[in-house]
């Protein structure tokens, strides 16, 4: 019975080996399939982002550096503001230009780099972008230029204000929640030394703001004072809401959409706003939720 006992054990050994080395086989295939698929996805991934951006006016290498940081703010602002994780690539993409001195940026801008050091061109063609371009210095000490992050916030929020253009307090707040933290703490401080002096907008003056103010001190004012209202607004009922309150602002007005996504009776309920100290946080660095 010996023999027959190990032919049967030799047997089975054989048909063990034939069955993985048909699985080993089959997963091989599998893998020469998958790997395809795989990588054609990480390239078609690393286009599309490679297309959203364009840099000029730098060496290559910084050039690269700052894509990738502005693709990343993209993310960022499209995910916190406008609650889009997996956002559409642009047809279009943004155009940043860096400008390393004052005479090349204000010629391309209309106006010197004193107040402001970045600025945004967006067109329209049937409620859809048609471009955008950013021109921001670029002669500090960082890589990625200062303004760059505020400037690329108003391009996102293009993409939802196709029809009518956010209130001009809204769109500069959102973007100063992008802004370093020191320069939310310079804008901070200018809004609470016009507090102590009663030079602050009240809450219907500001959203009835069309245009910047004339003067650099009253502007880094509005800067300040419209990033408190977006701050606490969005503190309160968070992002979406504020989003779809923006939205509804501009058609039944600011007084009843306030009430009905707040349920503020007046405006003058807004004044804590600037008065509360609701905590800065630098989103592009921390990326910290919005709620």
């Known amino acids: 019975m010996l023999p027959n006992r190990i032919a049967r054990l030799e047997a089975r050994r054989s048909l063990g080996q034939l069955w993985t080395h048909i699985w080993t086989q089959l997963l091989a295939q599998l893998l020469a399939l998958a790997f395809p698929l795989v990588l054609s996805l990480a390239v078609a991934t690393a286009a599309e982002e490679a297309a959203n951006i ?13 894509k990738e940081h502005a693709e990343r703010v993209r993310r960022i602002a499209f995910e916190q503001l406008l609650a889009a994780t997996d956002p559409q690539p642009w047809n279009e993409p943004c155009l940043i ?11 391309a801008v209309g106006v010197e780099p004193v107040a402001i050091r970045g600025a945004t061109s967006i067109e329209f063609l049937a409620h859809s972008v048609s471009s955008r371009q950013i021109d921001v210095m670029g002669d500090g000490d960082e890589t990625v230029p200062d303004a760059l992050a505020h400037e690329l916030v108003h391009v996102v929020l293009a993409d ?3 029809r009518l253009p956010p209130p001009r307090w809204a769109d500069e707040g959102m973007a100063v929640l992008f802004d370093s933290l020191l ?13 102590k002096h009663g030079q602050t907008w009240s809450a219907g003056d500001l959203a009835a703001l069309e245009d910047y103010p004339d003067s650099i001190g009253r502007q880094q004012v509005f800067y300040g004072q419209s ?3 977006v701050r606490w607004l969005i503190a309160e009922q968070g992002a979406a809401t504020f989003i779809r309150f923006v939205d509804d602002s501009s058609t039944i007005g600011f007084s009843a959409a306030l009430q ?30 919005l709620r």
């Open 183 to 195: 320069k939310q703490q310079r804008h901070n401080a200018d809004l609470q030394h016009a507090v």
């Open 97 to 107: 230009v860096v400008h390393s001195t004052a005479e090349s940026f204000a010629a």
């Open 160 to 162: 939802h204000f196709s």
């Open 227 to 229: 990033a408190a209202l």
């Open 54 to 66: 364009e840099v000029v006016g730098v060496s290559e290498e910084r050039a690269a550096i700052i």
């Open 260 to 289: 009905d996504h707040y349920g503020l009776d007046a405006v003058a309920d807004l004044e804590p706003a600037w008065r509360q100290g609701i905590p800065l946080a630098e989103l592009v660095t921390t990326a910290g939720s």
